[in-house]
Protein backbone atom coordinates (compact mmCIF):
# COMPACT_ATOMS: atom_id res chain seq x y z
CA UNK A 1 0.00 0.00 0.00
CA UNK A 2 1.20 3.27 -0.99
CA UNK A 3 2.33 5.48 2.01
CA UNK A 4 3.65 8.93 3.02
CA UNK A 5 7.02 8.80 4.25
CA UNK A 6 9.28 10.90 6.37
CA UNK A 7 12.81 11.41 7.37
CA UNK A 8 14.17 12.01 10.02
CA UNK A 9 12.40 10.18 12.75
CA UNK A 10 14.14 12.22 15.20
CA UNK A 11 15.62 15.13 14.74
CA UNK A 12 17.98 17.16 17.80
CA UNK A 13 19.03 20.77 16.88
CA UNK A 14 20.34 23.79 18.00
CA UNK A 15 18.40 26.79 18.79
CA UNK A 16 18.95 29.33 16.05
CA UNK A 17 20.12 26.91 13.71
CA UNK A 18 18.34 25.69 10.28
CA UNK A 19 16.13 22.60 9.85
CA UNK A 20 14.71 20.96 6.70
CA UNK A 21 12.28 18.24 7.29
CA UNK A 22 11.59 15.82 4.33
CA UNK A 23 8.58 14.18 2.91
CA UNK A 24 8.18 11.79 0.14
CA UNK A 25 4.55 11.96 -0.72
CA UNK A 26 2.11 9.41 -2.50
CA UNK A 27 3.52 9.70 -6.00
CA UNK A 28 0.22 10.69 -8.07
CA UNK A 29 -1.09 13.29 -4.92
CA UNK A 30 -1.75 16.75 -5.53
CA UNK A 31 -2.26 17.94 -2.19
CA UNK A 32 0.50 18.34 0.28
CA UNK A 33 0.03 19.65 3.76
CA UNK A 34 2.42 20.12 6.88
CA UNK A 35 0.99 20.13 10.35
CA UNK A 36 2.50 20.09 13.78
CA UNK A 37 1.87 18.63 17.23
CA UNK A 38 3.14 20.27 20.26
CA UNK A 39 3.61 17.60 23.04
CA UNK A 40 0.05 16.51 24.63
CA UNK A 41 -1.53 19.37 22.19
CA UNK A 42 -4.07 19.31 19.16
CA UNK A 43 -2.35 18.77 16.03
CA UNK A 44 -2.39 22.67 14.24
CA UNK A 45 -2.49 22.81 10.31
CA UNK A 46 0.96 24.51 8.87
CA UNK A 47 0.43 25.23 5.06
CA UNK A 48 -0.62 23.30 2.02
CA UNK A 49 0.88 23.19 -0.94
CA UNK A 50 -1.17 22.95 -4.73
CA UNK A 51 0.42 23.42 -8.36
CA UNK A 52 3.89 23.91 -6.79
CA UNK A 53 2.99 26.72 -4.70
CA UNK A 54 1.50 27.35 -1.50
CA UNK A 55 -1.87 27.45 -1.47
CA UNK A 56 -3.26 28.32 1.91
CA UNK A 57 -1.09 28.89 5.26
CA UNK A 58 -1.97 29.70 8.99
CA UNK A 59 -0.82 32.24 11.31
CA UNK A 60 2.08 30.12 12.79
CA UNK A 61 3.27 29.71 9.13
CA UNK A 62 5.41 32.84 9.71
CA UNK A 63 8.94 34.08 7.81
CA UNK A 64 10.61 31.39 9.93
CA UNK A 65 8.85 28.87 7.29
CA UNK A 66 9.22 28.03 3.89
CA UNK A 67 8.27 24.68 1.91
CA UNK A 68 9.23 23.61 -0.97
CA UNK A 69 9.18 20.67 -3.84
CA UNK A 70 12.31 20.48 -5.67
CA UNK A 71 12.05 17.23 -7.48
CA UNK A 72 8.60 16.47 -8.10
CA UNK A 73 8.81 14.22 -5.72
CA UNK A 74 10.43 15.27 -2.03
CA UNK A 75 8.24 18.08 -0.40
CA UNK A 76 9.85 19.55 2.18
CA UNK A 77 9.61 22.14 5.44
CA UNK A 78 12.67 24.63 6.60
CA UNK A 79 12.48 26.23 9.96
CA UNK A 80 15.26 29.01 9.51
CA UNK A 81 16.31 29.85 12.83
CA UNK A 82 14.73 27.51 15.29
CA UNK A 83 13.47 28.52 18.92
CA UNK A 84 12.51 26.23 21.72
CA UNK A 85 8.86 26.61 20.80
CA UNK A 86 9.36 24.93 17.27
CA UNK A 87 10.28 21.66 19.08
CA UNK A 88 7.07 18.89 18.36
CA UNK A 89 6.16 16.35 16.15
CA UNK A 90 6.15 17.77 12.53
CA UNK A 91 3.17 15.80 9.79
CA UNK A 92 3.43 15.50 6.45
CA UNK A 93 0.02 14.67 4.64
CA UNK A 94 -0.83 14.25 1.16
CA UNK A 95 -4.38 13.89 -0.89
CA UNK A 96 -5.20 13.02 -4.12
CA UNK A 97 -7.85 14.58 -5.59
CA UNK A 98 -9.45 17.77 -5.32
CA UNK A 99 -12.97 15.54 -3.85
CA UNK A 100 -13.60 17.16 -0.36
CA UNK A 101 -14.03 13.82 1.20
CA UNK A 102 -10.78 12.25 0.24
CA UNK A 103 -8.52 10.81 2.58
CA UNK A 104 -5.23 12.83 3.85
CA UNK A 105 -2.63 10.35 4.15
CA UNK A 106 0.19 10.95 7.07
CA UNK A 107 3.42 10.20 7.17
CA UNK A 108 5.05 8.84 10.81
CA UNK A 109 5.77 12.31 11.66
CA UNK A 110 9.34 14.12 12.63
CA UNK A 111 10.13 14.51 16.30
CA UNK A 112 11.93 18.06 16.43
CA UNK A 113 14.02 18.63 19.98
CA UNK A 114 15.18 22.17 19.96
CA UNK A 115 18.03 22.71 23.01
CA UNK B 1 -13.51 30.38 11.63
CA UNK B 2 -14.59 26.86 12.37
CA UNK B 3 -13.51 24.98 15.93
CA UNK B 4 -13.96 21.33 17.04
CA UNK B 5 -13.90 20.93 20.69
CA UNK B 6 -13.73 17.28 22.29
CA UNK B 7 -14.54 17.51 25.98
CA UNK B 8 -13.02 14.05 27.15
CA UNK B 9 -9.50 14.01 27.40
CA UNK B 10 -9.62 10.67 28.90
CA UNK B 11 -11.89 7.55 28.22
CA UNK B 12 -11.25 4.19 29.41
CA UNK B 13 -13.19 0.96 28.24
CA UNK B 14 -13.53 -2.41 29.28
CA UNK B 15 -12.12 -4.76 26.14
CA UNK B 16 -15.10 -6.26 24.53
CA UNK B 17 -17.41 -3.64 25.61
CA UNK B 18 -18.72 -0.22 23.84
CA UNK B 19 -17.47 3.10 23.80
CA UNK B 20 -18.31 6.52 22.73
CA UNK B 21 -16.43 9.77 22.22
CA UNK B 22 -17.60 13.18 21.44
CA UNK B 23 -17.04 15.72 19.33
CA UNK B 24 -19.01 19.02 19.03
CA UNK B 25 -17.90 21.50 16.18
CA UNK B 26 -18.78 24.92 14.47
CA UNK B 27 -19.28 26.32 11.58
CA UNK B 28 -21.40 28.24 9.44
CA UNK B 29 -20.78 26.30 6.40
CA UNK B 30 -23.63 23.89 5.67
CA UNK B 31 -21.22 21.67 2.92
CA UNK B 32 -18.19 20.01 4.82
CA UNK B 33 -16.54 17.23 5.75
CA UNK B 34 -16.13 15.36 9.21
CA UNK B 35 -13.21 12.82 10.18
CA UNK B 36 -11.96 10.95 13.02
CA UNK B 37 -8.10 9.48 13.51
CA UNK B 38 -6.30 7.72 15.59
CA UNK B 39 -3.32 8.11 17.05
CA UNK B 40 -1.15 4.95 18.51
CA UNK B 41 1.92 5.64 20.33
CA UNK B 42 3.69 5.39 17.33
CA UNK B 43 2.30 8.58 16.29
CA UNK B 44 0.84 7.55 13.27
CA UNK B 45 -2.40 9.27 12.33
CA UNK B 46 -4.90 6.88 10.57
CA UNK B 47 -8.16 7.66 9.23
CA UNK B 48 -10.64 5.73 11.27
CA UNK B 49 -13.95 7.18 9.67
CA UNK B 50 -15.06 9.96 7.67
CA UNK B 51 -19.07 11.73 6.81
CA UNK B 52 -19.95 13.83 4.18
CA UNK B 53 -22.14 16.78 5.87
CA UNK B 54 -24.84 16.51 3.09
CA UNK B 55 -25.47 12.56 4.17
CA UNK B 56 -28.01 11.81 6.65
CA UNK B 57 -26.85 8.48 7.05
CA UNK B 58 -24.44 7.80 9.63
CA UNK B 59 -20.52 6.42 8.38
CA UNK B 60 -19.58 2.85 9.63
CA UNK B 61 -16.75 0.79 9.14
CA UNK B 62 -16.80 -2.50 11.05
CA UNK B 63 -16.73 -2.12 14.80
CA UNK B 64 -16.45 1.93 13.66
CA UNK B 65 -20.01 4.31 13.81
CA UNK B 66 -20.89 7.57 14.09
CA UNK B 67 -23.96 9.59 14.96
CA UNK B 68 -24.02 12.53 13.01
CA UNK B 69 -26.17 15.25 14.39
CA UNK B 70 -26.39 18.29 12.30
CA UNK B 71 -28.78 20.33 13.47
CA UNK B 72 -26.97 20.19 16.50
CA UNK B 73 -22.94 19.88 15.42
CA UNK B 74 -22.18 16.76 16.73
CA UNK B 75 -20.02 13.96 15.38
CA UNK B 76 -19.25 11.21 17.85
CA UNK B 77 -17.38 8.11 17.54
CA UNK B 78 -18.80 4.95 18.91
CA UNK B 79 -16.66 1.59 19.05
CA UNK B 80 -17.84 -1.66 19.34
CA UNK B 81 -16.49 -4.61 20.46
CA UNK B 82 -13.25 -2.60 21.97
CA UNK B 83 -10.00 -4.43 21.43
CA UNK B 84 -6.76 -3.93 22.74
CA UNK B 85 -5.50 -2.58 19.91
CA UNK B 86 -8.25 0.22 20.22
CA UNK B 87 -5.96 2.22 22.68
CA UNK B 88 -5.06 5.75 20.96
CA UNK B 89 -5.40 9.09 21.02
CA UNK B 90 -8.46 9.93 18.86
CA UNK B 91 -9.10 12.95 17.17
CA UNK B 92 -11.86 14.31 15.60
CA UNK B 93 -11.30 16.55 12.48
CA UNK B 94 -13.07 19.02 10.58
CA UNK B 95 -12.43 20.03 6.43
CA UNK B 96 -13.98 22.64 4.29
CA UNK B 97 -15.08 22.12 0.83
CA UNK B 98 -12.16 23.00 -1.48
CA UNK B 99 -12.37 26.41 -2.92
CA UNK B 100 -11.10 26.63 -6.60
CA UNK B 101 -9.58 30.07 -6.32
CA UNK B 102 -8.00 31.44 -2.28
CA UNK B 103 -9.74 29.69 0.54
CA UNK B 104 -9.79 26.25 2.37
CA UNK B 105 -7.29 23.90 0.72
CA UNK B 106 -8.72 20.65 2.28
CA UNK B 107 -6.37 21.18 5.27
CA UNK B 108 -7.75 19.55 8.55
CA UNK B 109 -9.44 21.27 12.05
CA UNK B 110 -8.62 19.28 14.47
CA UNK B 111 -9.99 18.69 18.19
CA UNK B 112 -7.38 18.19 21.30
CA UNK B 113 -8.76 14.69 21.12
CA UNK B 114 -9.18 12.01 23.51
CA UNK B 115 -6.95 9.14 24.76
CA UNK B 116 -9.11 5.87 25.23
CA UNK B 117 -7.36 2.96 26.99
CA UNK B 118 -8.91 -0.06 26.89
CA UNK B 119 -8.87 -2.33 30.05
CA UNK B 120 -8.09 -6.16 29.42
Known amino acids: EPEVTQTPSHQVTQMGQEVILRCVPISNHLYFYWYRQILGQKVEFLVSFYNNEISEKSEIFDDQFSVERPDGSNFTLKIRSTKLEDSAMYFCASRGDREGGSEAFFGQGTRLTVV | AQTVTQSQPEMSVQEAETVTLSCTYDTSESDYYLFWYKQPPSRQMILVIR??????QNATENRFSVNFQKAAKSFSLKISDSQLGDAAMYFC?????????????????FGKGTKLSVKP
Open chain 2, 51 to 56: QEAYKQ
Open chain 2, 93 to 109: AYRSPLMNYGGSQGNLI
